[in-house]
């Protein structure tokens, strides 16, 4: 993908806690491509987060506290690009719910969730980006996470710019559209359940016979990467921007050097 020496708009950047507490390496590879796409990138430093949490567990007072803050720090932009579906879901699909009563707030949330978009469905639809000079040898499965498959709909997107990664080679998993356990606090709630959702994508994902696993959702990737290393599995875990931008591997695959 070549970078345009004319920007085509300005994106703010939604990094997500995930990303910015444990895995800066996704927001830069992000920026990175957003940029080469040809837009100016800015990551506003009164984003928090999504708020998610809260609205997952019925404290809505709270989530709309947060709703309110996030939509306050991301006026103004062309666009609002989000490395996961899951937060991009909740600013799409539920802060227009979660306001709707709300006079002053209402129309805000949905002018920001149409403004709002996750990052690969943004560089194939909005952007189209043609992908090229990236290469990955090895074998990949991809796993497709709840919010970003259900409410962003994202599916063909990240599977379309990983077609043009050179030496890549897709091998789709048996039910890749399965929970993977997580669920945000789901997992917390629910062990039990969750380790045997995870353990079954495990050995969905080994059945491929991939050395890698990719996502869009850092929640699922630490879920499924610590997995896989519990059950003592070869296969590393990335979030898909790394691998599109070309900087997989520089850092340690997610999870690795953790307990």
Same mark, same amino acid.
């Given at each position: 993908?070549?970078?345009?020496?004319? !920007?085509?708009?300005?994106?703010?950047?939604?990094?997500?806690?995930?990303?910015? +507490?444990?895995?800066?390496?996704?927001?830069?590879?992000?920026?990175?491509? +957003?940029? $080469?796409? @040809?837009?100016?990138?800015?990551?506003?430093?009164?984003?928090?987060?999504?708020?998610?949490?809260? =609205?997952?567990?019925?404290?809505? $007072?709270?989530?709309?506290?947060?709703?309110?803050?996030?939509?306050?720090?991301?006026?103004?932009?062309?666009?609002?690009?989000?490395?996961?579906?899951?937060?991009?879901?909740?600013?799409? !699909?539920? =802060?227009?719910?979660?306001?709707?009563?709300?006079? $002053?707030?209402?129309? &805000?949330?949905?002018? +920001?969730?149409?403004?709002?978009?996750? +990052?690969?469905?943004?560089?194939?639809? %909005?952007?189209?980006?043609?992908? !090229?000079?990236?290469?990955?040898?090895?074998?990949?499965? =991809?796993?497709?996470?709840?919010?970003?498959?259900?409410?962003?709909?994202?599916?063909?997107?990240?599977?379309?710019?990983? #077609? /043009?990664?050179?030496?890549?080679?897709?091998?789709?998993?048996?039910?890749?559209? %399965?929970?993977?356990?997580?669920?945000?606090?789901?997992?917390?709630?629910?062990?039990?359940?969750?380790?045997?959702? %995870?353990?079954?994508?495990?050995?969905?994902?080994?059945?491929?016979? &991939?050395?890698?696993?990719?996502?869009?959702?850092?929640?699922?990737?630490?879920?499924? &990467? #610590?997995?896989?290393?519990?059950?003592?599995?070869?296969?590393? &875990?990335?979030?898909?921007?790394?691998?599109? /931008?070309?900087?997989? #591997?520089?850092?340690?695959?997610?999870?690795? @050097?953790?307990?």
């Amino acid at each position: 993908m070549t970078e345009t020496t004319q !920007s085509r708009g300005t994106v703010a950047l939604f990094a997500t806690c995930l990303v910015d +507490l444990f895995r800066p390496s996704v927001g830069f590879a992000s920026a990175q491509l +957003l940029e $080469q796409a @040809g837009y100016t990138v800015d990551v506003p430093e009164a984003q928090t987060c999504c708020g998610q949490p809260a =609205y997952n567990n019925g404290d809505n $007072q709270h989530a709309a506290v947060i709703a309110r803050q996030v939509i306050e720090a991301f006026r103004g932009y062309d666009y609002v690009v989000v490395p996961s579906g899951s937060c991009g879901g909740t600013i799409t !699909s539920h =802060y227009p719910d979660l306001l709707r009563d709300d006079p $002053q707030w209402a129309e &805000a949330a949905r002018e +920001l969730a149409g403004r709002t978009w996750e +990052l690969t469905r943004f560089l194939v639809e %909005v952007a189209k980006v043609e992908l !090229s000079g990236v290469r990955r040898e090895g074998v990949t499965t =991809y796993h497709d996470s709840c919010s970003g498959l259900r409410e962003m709909g994202i599916r063909d997107q990240p599977r379309a710019l990983l #077609g /043009a990664v050179e030496g890549l080679e897709l091998r789709e998993m048996a039910d890749t559209d %399965v929970c993977c356990g997580f669920g945000g606090t789901f997992c917390v709630k629910y062990p039990e359940i969750s380790e045997r959702l %995870v353990s079954n994508k495990v050995d969905d994902i080994t059945a491929t016979g &991939a050395d890698t696993v990719l996502a869009g959702d850092l929640g699922c990737l630490f879920n499924i &990467a #610590g997995r896989l290393q519990r059950l003592d599995k070869p296969v590393r &875990a990335y979030h898909v921007a790394e691998v599109l /931008a070309g900087t997989a #591997g520089r850092d340690a695959a997610i999870g690795e @050097g953790e307990n």
